[in-house]
């Protein structure tokens, strides 16, 4: 489960100072590249050595087929059992340059949404080359999987992925199309309380799925709210991920929030950490919202298989998590 640290770098994801980084290749087997940021690199023939510096670059890695390049990853990256364990590098924020310099990586990936600006300038002191995925809404998440893999020396893997990430997203459209979009408050993160704005991904995520964040008028990605102005809005359902489920079983049993229609209903949802992560996870992440927000557009109806939980609002106020 991501800790606060890893939610908050996030939520502070800037694009990555302009000052690029290049390490000399050998003649004959360098090859540059643009990366997403525009910044021209020059990689090896085919990087072996990767070092993943975000979940969801190594989400991009896995679904690209790429995992056994890699030699390290974050902290709060997810692997899936059974792989070779792979050497963890630190936070989102402050990755541990001593242990990256260790595993004699010939790149490191990192994404504008999440790391820290200074990780430029920190992998040019170390002589090797960064490349940044840009992400900031789905359409650049899916383009990323195509220039990635072209980077890594495979174009044909991104091709292939991307359609079929496509493919499954329009699938999720058609199924809501022409129906009114379900007003939804998404908690990113408790106290304070954060949402996302008009520029964040998960803005663009939810519509997707079928909904209008209440907070899409904030001009920045990530801001913080109030909650007199979260009830205000009136959303008719309010999702967020399992590190604020006690948030969510609190605003239930909360009197303030009794008339809100998320809370009246019972639509207070806990769902999975696929959404908040730019990469080809946030595909299952707008396939779960869209069922959470229009059960009536899927014949199953309700959460799909898998879904981590449903506080329960109504009355009574608060039930039980259901797992």
Known sequence: MPSRHALIAILIAAALCAAGCRRAAPPGTGREVVDGLGRRIVLPAVPLRIVSLAPGVTGSLLALGFGDRLVGVSDF????????????????????????????????????SGNDPNLASQAAALGLPLYTLHTPDIERALRSLGDLASALGDPARGERLESRLRRRLEAVQEQVRGLRPARVLFVVWGEPLLVPGGPSYLTDALSRAGGLSVTADAPSAWPAYDLESA???????????????????????????????AVRHGRVHVVSDALQEPGPGIVDGVEEAARLLHPEAFKEGGAPAGTPGKVEGGRPPGGPVKR
Do not use: F, H, K
Not at 84 to 99: D, K
Not at 231 to 260: C, H, K
């Open 77 to 112: 990256c997810r692997l899936p059992a059974g792989m070779a364990p792979v050497r963890r590098v630190g936070g989102i924020l402050n990755p541990s340059l001593e242990t990256i310099r260790a595993l004699r990586p010939d790149l490191l990936i990192a994404t504008t």
């Open 231 to 261: 009830i205000a809005r009136r959303p008719e359902v309010i999702l967020a991920t399992a590190q604020n489920r006690a948030l969510l079983e609190r605003l239930s049993r909360d009197p303030a929030w009794a008339e809100v229609p």
